[in-house]
């Protein structure tokens, strides 16, 4: 939207970041340290901020030898088309990630093939090098900011990096942003307008907008329009809705990567199917039992469509030399004998031992056809084919290996609904080697920058750990060219002389932060304790104990899980922990993170109640 330079102005900063995930993060932290007064707003309420990062494997892509970075990225583009200096930018600063680590992050950098005794690389030492047959991939490399994976312990580290920085930086949830505010002559980027409490307001930035708000994942129409699917279910945030692809859109910036996104799940992108509203399940791999033996994968009409045993490579699947993500079938369904089922049932290491609550039981092929919805001469069709395959041990369809390979018994016969797992879209506005947004003829349009997600280059081969790369090395680009030419004093930073001393009508000053100490009261024999172990931000509990310093109640006072297994954890288990009068209790299945941090924070607040005894 255009606006009149002299208009008045809802609040004045020197850059606005807009999405507050890892990349507006770090471009915020780095703003900030160049000397911005800088707002960082986030569509999601505190605590599922955060964007994709929250949510991912934590594990960043980095490499020893620059020369064959250089070469595997180039390959892993192959054959879409690149910004060479943006490419070459990104590359050394993939070889320079364990140095940003302990420079800027401050801690000791994992690096996962200095650590083959680790279960972390036996987990996840395939995706260090997921093209293998790519030159330059050897080399290629994971690191993490500890020993630890799908914990969001790189995500907390850049949100506490700008909580660090709270007298500099502004954080408002719960704000989505909706237009930028571009001058008509110049095409400047001057502001941004944001929605707070129903209301829109015009904020000026003196320096620079930021646009970090990810993709387009939870906006069905953009999927449509764009990705060409309908059925794809999102693994991360639920607040990425395409915000950035719109702003950028209208004011005439330059698009790519539109069309391409990536995936997850224990086959190829797939997972059991979520309920409505709720996040698809970020499933690993490694599940070997389910990748072998009386079991396959069909598509919508019942037929098979690639070798389930073949490794994942974050749902592209290998199609005549080339890894594409395939078509998202619309009811995928992964089928399995009584011998399966068995196996599966009572294998101790399952990943998510829920996945068989949602089993489909049929006593003969006709049953198992109706409850699939699928043609029934179809479905034994597959079937023959497959106890075939399994006779001759040879995939004739797919070449799974052959080792790989039991015919089905006759019956019954199992099923679990699927689903296509969306992780991330990539696509988004161009921005050039310094993190400037260009528009439709190439030219830079002024004030204008992005990073992350939003208009990656990681468009056509992904390995895991790039794309968290690529927030912390561009992140940090984009913030400091924003932050260019700012001269405030930010040791006595005033509202109404140095955030608004460029404009001829002063704003009403800064807006102020959501970020605030919490204060919660206790009583007699009550205690708090605190844990950042799970996937929300902090959990405080109120913890109350007899003279015994049994545990007679747990309060969990402050909580932000998620809605879906993190909040069964919430509701559930400070019941058990009071029930059995010890910490030492189940974790709630597919909550984790979530249990962990419960009891950790149990824990801490038994710790209060034991000195205060002793002293």
């Known amino acids: ?59 960043i892509s980095s490499g020893d030898s620059l020369d064959d970075l250089k070469e595997y990225y180039k390959q892993l583009a192959y054959p879409l088309s690149y910004d060479e200096k943006l490419m070459n930018t ?46 330059g991939s050897k080399t290629h490399e994971l690191v993490a900011v500890h020993e630890g994976v799908a914990d969001a312990a790189l995500w907390k580290n850049l949100r506490q990096q700008v909580l660090d920085r709270s007298d500099q930086i502004d954080v408002l949830y719960n704000t989505p942003a909706v237009h930028l505010i571009q001058d008509s002559n110049s095409k400047k980027i001057i502001g941004v307008q944001i929605k707070r409490d129903g209301k829109l307001l015009d904020i000026k930035a003196n320096h620079g907008v930021i646009l970090t ?44 990567n539109m069309a391409n996104y990536e995936s997850y799940g224990i086959f190829h992108g797939l997972t ?23 079991v396959f994968v069909v598509g919508d009409d019942g037929t098979r469509y690639f070798d389930e045993n073949e490794i994942h490579r974050h749902g592209h699947i290998q199609d005549h030399g080339q890894w594409r993500i395939p078509n998202a079938q619309l009811h995928p369904y992964v089928v399995f004998d009584q011998k399966k089922y068995d196996e599966l049932s009572s294998d101790e290491n399952a990943p998510y031992p829920e996945f068989l609550k949602i089993v489909i039981k049929a006593d003969n092929l006709n049953d198992l056809a109706k409850a ?24 004739y369809a797919f070449n799974r290996d052959s080792e790989t390979l039991t015919a089905f018994d006759d019956g019954p016969l199992y099923a679990v609904p699927l689903a296509q797992g ?42 895991g750990g790039s794309n968290l790369a690529e927030d912390l090395i561009i992140g940090k680009i984009a913030g400091e060219n924003a932050a260019k030419g700012v001269t405030s004093d930010l040791t006595g930073y005033d509202a109404e002389t140095s ?31 605190k844990s950042t172990a799970g996937m929300g931000n902090e959990i405080v509990v109120r913890v109350t104990v007899d003279e015994n310093n049994d545990i007679k109640n747990v309060e969990i006072l402050k909580q932000s899980e998620s809605d879906d297994y993190g909040k069964k954890a919430v509701e559930q288990l400070p019941k ?18 979530s249990s962990r941090a419960i009891k950790e924070a149990v824990s801490d607040a038994l710790k209060h109640a034991q000195t205060e005894v002793k002293e």
Do not use: C
């Open 272 to 294: 059991p199917k979520p309920e409505e509203g709720q996040r698809a399940l970020f499933m690993p791999f490694d599940w070997p039992a389910f990748h072998q033996g009386s």
């Open 422 to 463: 969306l992780l991330n879209t990539v696509g988004g506005p161009v921005h050039n080697a310094k993190a400037e947004v260009v528009d439709a003829d190439g030219k830079v349009i002024p004030n204008l920058y992005a990073a992350g997600e939003l208009g990656s280059m990681m468009g056509r081969k992904y390995n």
């Open 213 to 256: 708000t990810g993709g387009f994942e939870n906006n069905s129409e953009m999927v449509e329009t764009y990705l060409g699917e309908t059925s794809l279910h999102p693994i991360g945030s639920l607040y990425n809705k395409g915000a950035g692809v719109s702003m950028a859109e209208d004011v005439g910036a330059k698009m790519y």
């Open 372 to 395: 699939m919805n699928v043609d029934a001469d179809k479905i034994k069709g597959t079937i023959n084919d497959f106890n075939h395959f399994a006779k001759e041990k040879r995939d």
């Open 1 to 59: 939207m255009f606006k009149d330079k002299y208009t008045s102005w809802d609040a004045t900063y020197d850059v606005a970041v807009l999405g507050f995930g890892g990349a507006g993060a770090t471009a915020a932290r780095f703003a900030a340290d160049n000397g911005a007064k800088v707002l960082l707003v986030d569509s999601a309420p505190e605590g599922h901020e955060g964007g994709n990062t929250r949510y991912a494997g934590q594990v």
């Open 499 to 529: 955030a608004s001393q460029h404009d001829e009508h002063k704003s009403n000053g800064t807006l102020g932060s959501d970020i605030a100490e919490d204060n919660f009261e206790t009583g007699p024999n009550q205690y708090l304790g």
């Open 576 to 593: 058990d922990i009071v029930a059995k009068n010890s910490v030492d209790v189940d974790a709630i299945s597919g909550a984790s993170a």
């Open 90 to 135: 990104y590359v050394e600063g993939l070889y320079k990630i364990p140095e940003f680590l302990e420079k800027y992050l401050g801690v000791k950098p994992f690096i996962m093939g200095e650590h083959k005794d680790s279960p972390l690389y036996a987990g996840l030492n395939f995706m260090a090098h997921e093209y293998p047959e790519l030159p």
